[in-house]
Each structure stands twice: as structure tokens, then as C-alpha cells.
């Protein structure tokens, strides 16, 4: 079975500092791997994916097999940063999981 | 373009009474999520339609829980009899085609269920 976990359930960092959201994960096939964000009082939408391989308001986020972590980086945290951030995993089955996610703040 | 719609956005239930979640994806959509987020956990799969065939429901209660999508488009999710645990927000969801690992899903706002 697949497994996401993010080992920090709150991230508090000042503004232009630099930002990095962990996420690990298991599985046993090749894994599709997606960082969603959620803005206050807005709905649960895509902010990445790593085959993409894109860079997205500044954030990116590499996929690492070999420590099976994808985490999410930003060099210069802007305030508007401030979010819910969950990283899923979704599997050639069809089947997605989703971590617990990160509630970062990025203080001015 | 509309986003996946959802309703009611709040309920408020007793334990063991029912309760019904309504779900209209986006336009032309062929995969439907229905996912449980219970007070500061990630989303969780329930289960997963592909136009009004079921790809996966392993994770749904199916003593209590069930849905469908009848016609492939609408889809409702209902709770019969409702638990304490049950509280949650009920997220739907849906993808452009397969609903392979590579597709985005598009979120609905959720519905807010309290069961007292």
C-alpha cells in the first residue's frame, strides 16, 4: 500500500526567506507525485506535479527515488505563500493518497 | 469554464440519521472522486467513477456509505446511518479523461458534515 507523509504540520517562515515543505513517501511502483495548495476560505487545487518538471509561482519541487522525498521549495517566501499544502501520490491503478499536509505561514 | 459544484455546503445531522451529498463535475469530465477529510487529515479516497462505472471503492464504508453516478454526470454520496466519526468534509472531485496518475483533479468546495 502507498503511503505520503509530511512530517511538518506547521511551517512558519519571514518573508523573502527561503521555504522547503518535506513530503516522503512509499510505494512499490513508480509514483506520480503532486503538491496541491489550498488558500484561506479558497478550494483544494493543483499547485505542481513532477512530471512537469515546472516551476510554479516560484515554487518547484524534484523528485528524489532514491530518498523517495519530493519536496517543495521556494527561494524567497512571499507572504501570499501562506497556505494549506498537501502532497499526494497517485498510482497507475488509479488510486490517489494524499499527506496530512503543512499549514505554512510566512510572517512579514 | 464552471468548476465541479457541490451541495449542500454545511449539514448538520443527529447520529443515525441519513444524509445525501450532491456532486456536477465539470463540463465534459469523465472521472469523479468522492474523498472524506476528517479535522486535520488529507483528503481520503472513497471511491472513484469513470463516466457511471465504479474504478475504485476499497476505501468506502459500504455498510453505511454508498454512490453513484447515474448517466455519468451528477453523482450523489449518501450516509445511512450516520456516526460521530462520520464528521467530516466531503470532497468531490473530478479529471478530464481516465482518471490515469498523470491527470489533475479539479476540486469542488466541499461539503461541511457535523454529526451529533
Known amino acids: 500500500a502507498q503511503r505520503v507523509t509530511q512530517p511538518e504540520k506547521l511551517l512558519s517562515v519571514f518573508k523573502g526567506a527561503p521555504v522547503e515543505l518535506k513530503c516522503n513517501y512509499s510505494?512499490?511502483?513508480?509514483?506520480?507525485l503532486f503538491w496541491y495548495v489550498q488558500y484561506s476560505r479558497q478550494r483544494l487545487q493543483l499547485l505542481l506535479r513532477?512530471?512537469s518538471r515546472e516551476s510554479i509561482k516560484g515554487f518547484t519541487a524534484d523528485l528524489n527515488k532514491g530518498e523517495t522525498s519530493f519536496h517543495l521549495k521556494k527561494p524567497f517566501a512571499q507572504e501570499e505563500d501562506s497556505a494549506m499544502y498537501y502532497c499526494a501520490l497517485h498510482t497507475n491503478a488509479g488510486k490517489s493518497t494524499f499527506g496530512d499536509g503543512t499549514t505554512l505561514t510566512v510572517k512579514p | 469554464e464552471a468548476g465541479v459544484a457541490q451541495s449542500p455546503r454545511y449539514k448538520i445531522i443527529e447520529k443515525r440519521q441519513s444524509v445525501a451529498f450532491w456532486c456536477n463535475p465539470i463540463?465534459?469530465?469523465?472521472?469523479l472522486y468522492w474523498y472524506q477529510q476528517i479535522l486535520g487529515q488529507g483528503p481520503k479516497l472513497l471511491i472513484q467513477f469513470q463516466n457511471n462505472g465504479v474504478v475504485d471503492d476499497s476505501q468506502l464504508p459500504k455498510d453505511r456509505f454508498s454512490a453513484e453516478r447515474l448517466k455519468g454526470v451528477d453523482s450523489t454520496l449518501k450516509i445511512q446511518p450516520a456516526k460521530l466519526e462520520d464528521s467530516a468534509v466531503y470532497l468531490c472531485a473530478s479529471s478530464l479523461a481516465s482518471g490515469g496518475p498523470q491527470e489533475t483533479q479539479y476540486f469542488g468546495p466541499g461539503t461541511r458534515l457535523l454529526v451529533l
Open positions: 510505494y512499490s511502483g513508480s509514483p506520480e
Open positions: 463540463s465534459g469530465h469523465a472521472t
Open positions: 513532477h512530471i
